[in-house]
């Protein structure tokens, strides 16, 4: 994404037309972020509003030689997880289940399974675990965080981090086999 610098320096300026036009621009991949880390829509919604106006607040300090894309989804990424922690009255419990093979029984071949699920199913199946662990899981999967920088962004340690991982990858396998089976037997 290639963003004007003429229409930054208008946004900097306080021209809302210049900040309206850049909101249309960063919407959609703003938007995705949130989506992956949201509830609902209308929560990501309220997100991608609050986010940008970090964006916009910042634009004087944004670095051109940075692409422009990853620069804002860097903002909104931390401002999803300065929600997460501003929002969260009860801690989150930790699920703990035991995904032992012997409750596994009929292993699936993922190159079988890329073919039949597509992107939105995936999301779903991870929109299905636990808070703690779709949040970890996105940071780590989807936005290449390391466990060191998911640990202080979530005040968690290291290897909280790591057992969240292997968590999701777990329950993630559990559903797809599930699925793979229920299908098979159709």
Not at 4 to 13: P, V
Not at 78 to 103: C, G, P
Not at 150 to 172: E, F, M, P, Q, Y
């Amino acid at each position: 994404m290639k963003v004007n610098d003429s229409l930054i320096r208008d946004c900097i300026a306080g021209d809302r037309k210049a900040q309206f036009s850049l909101h249309k621009m960063c919407y959609s991949i703003l938007m995705s972020v949130c989506l992956r880390y949201k509830v609902d829509q209308d929560e990501a919604k309220s997100s991608v509003n609050a986010g940008f106006l970090k964006i916009v607040n910042n634009l004087n300090r944004y670095n051109t030689n940075i692409p422009f894309d990853a620069w804002i989804r860097r903002i909104m990424i931390n401002h999803v997880i300065d929600e997460f922690r501003k929002n969260r009255k009860v801690q989150e419990l930790i699920e703990y289940t035991d995904f032992s093979e012997k409750q596994m029984p009929n292993m699936v071949d993922y190159n079988e399974a890329d073919k039949i699920f597509d992107a939105s199913d995936l999301e779903s199946m991870i929109k299905s675990l636990p808070p703690v662990t779709q949040k970890v899981f996105n940071l780590f999967a989807v936005d290449g965080y390391s466990h060191q920088e998911i640990g202080k962004l979530l005040n968690i340690s290291d290897g909280t981090s790591k057992w969240h991982v292997s968590s999701a990858r777990k329950k993630l396998q559990e559903i797809i086999n599930n699925t793979m089976n229920s299908q098979k037997a159709i």
